[in-house]
């Protein structure tokens, strides 16, 4: 069974100091995840969590493998984020979308929930880079994202959502 937080808490609060440190020894010598926390907690280094995110997504969406595999991606890219600024979190957002949409002309036969996933993260991208007015090359990039769903909406359907978000970008981004 396993142990609830306050009993975590129960049991951090009877250790001593050095026993502490053992404690944090052990789990950095676990497995890569928890150095990865560490390394990002402890040094403010987050380029472990940034490279197993990136890793992640070139391997969830493998169009020779012909897989889409984000469930993992996903849980990569919220480690990243919890330490992550705001300019490395968007930039790792629009890394995402990209992603999705180089996969998506190579294989787009997705599961109808990953439209939705793919929206808010859209989304997200586009009211992140409304924080930054000062970044032109941010706000090129998200057009240039918005202006390739516009085309796929147009080819294929499947992307009114993303083309109204891009939509509410332009409108946000013009007053």
Known sequence: MAMTLTRLRQALAGLSESELHVLVEELHGLNADNRRYLTARLDGDT???????????????????????????????????????????????????????????????????????????????????????????????????????VRQEDAFGYFDGHVRVFSEFRRQLNR
């Open 47 to 149: 380029g472990a969590l940034r490279d197993a995110y990136v890793r992640a997504l070139e391997q969830a969406f493998n169009p020779k493998k012909r897989t889409f595999r984000v469930a993992e991606v996903s849980k990569a890219l919220r480690e990243y984020l919890r330490f992550a600024s705001p300019l490395e979190a968007l930039e790792a957002r629009m890394r995402f979308v990209r992603a999705s949409l180089e996969y998506w002309k190579v294989l787009p036969d997705w599961p109808e929930e990953q439209y939705g996933y793919l929206e808010d993260m859209f989304r997200e991208v586009t009211v992140g880079a409304l924080a930054f007015p000062d970044r032109p090359d941010l706000l090129a990039g998200v057009e240039a994202i918005g202006e390739e769903f």
